[in-house]
């Protein structure tokens, strides 16, 4: 544990943002860890982590994952780190299905997908997970460049093509858009809920062009704004023979913050992605 012990500070205290991220001994964590070294936090307890993992939050300049204990503290966390100003924290949960089960149809999937993907495009979110979401295996960056099918509006598209390879992909049909992994076709129209995606996506074709692609709101049916490409996400990858052969820190790149909330009252903030224990 290089750069714990001596640069750690001692007895945080709950206070403004703002005048937290002046402290010359929150400086301090931050040089360490701008050299590449760990760090820690003494004495952040209750409210006091919140804060300190929300000045983290203020000062990265790459995706940041907090791992917190119990899931059952979860919620209070994104809570707490919203009230401190951090910006969307994210819940990256743990799968309920056994190794060897189909991960498809487990609740988890979208959202851990939805992160994936962010991360994947560049994007830097606040992550929260347990220690077990955070070991569970999921798709290499290498393996997620790979897959999805792309298309763009204004390009030639055979929907019948595009129709089996959601079929070989894991996609369910029918008469409407049901859940994650489902698509559902009405004449030159046809409607897909990538398995990452939050909103199902209308393509509506004149011939064989894409004329155009609009997110939707599956509960109103009201359209979103247009856009002018999207990916769709296999829901299974059926061509790759190993497709989780990595975890979520070996998506967060040389940037990336790795924030241990320990679970004891003198908590302590740990980020290769250089690592912060409180």
């Known amino acids: 544990e290089d750069g714990i012990r001596d640069t750690s500070v001692t007895g945080v205290q709950t206070c403004a943002l703002p005048i937290f991220l002046e402290e010359i001994s929150f400086q301090t964590v931050l040089e360490a860890l701008a050299s590449g070294r760990s760090a820690a936090v003494d004495g952040a307890w209750g409210s006091s982590a919140g804060l300190v993992a929300a000045a983290l939050s203020a000062r990265r300049t790459g995706p940041m994952v907090v791992v917190i204990p119990l899931p059952r503290d979860l919620h209070g966390w ?19 299905c056994l190794p060897g089960e189909d991960e498809a149809t487990d609740p988890a999937t979208p959202q851990r997908l939805r992160i994936l993907a962010r991360l994947n495009q560049g994007e830097l979110p606040l992550i929260l997970a347990t220690p077990a979401a955070l070991l569970q295996p999921v798709p290499s960056p ?49 409607y897909i809920l990538s398995p990452e ?25 009201r359209a979103l704004e247009e856009v002018s490409e999207t990916r769709f996400l296999p829901v299974q990858d059926k061509t790759d023979a190993t497709p989780h052969r990595s975890c979520l820190a070996d998506h967060l790149g040389p940037e990336g913050w790795v924030a241990l909330a320990e679970d004891r009252k003198s908590t302590r903030l740990n980020s290769s992605h250089r690592c912060i224990s409180y």
Request: charged share 25%; no cysteine; net charge negative.
């Open 197 to 221: 995606a939050e909103n199902p996506v209308r393509l509506e074709l004149f011939g064989d062009e894409i004329d155009g692609m609009r997110p939707f709101s599956p509960a109103t049916q």
């Open 78 to 96: 994104q809570t707490e780190l919203l009230s401190f100003g951090a910006d969307h924290p994210e819940v990256f949960p743990a799968l309920a």
């Open 142 to 190: 290498e393996s997620l460049d790979r897959k999805g099918r792309f298309v763009r509006r204004g390009e030639t598209l055979d929907l019948d093509v595009l129709r089996l390879w959601l079929a070989e992909n894991g996609y369910t049909p029918g008469e409407v858009v049901e859940g994650p992994g489902s698509f559902a076709t009405r004449g030159g129209i046809i």
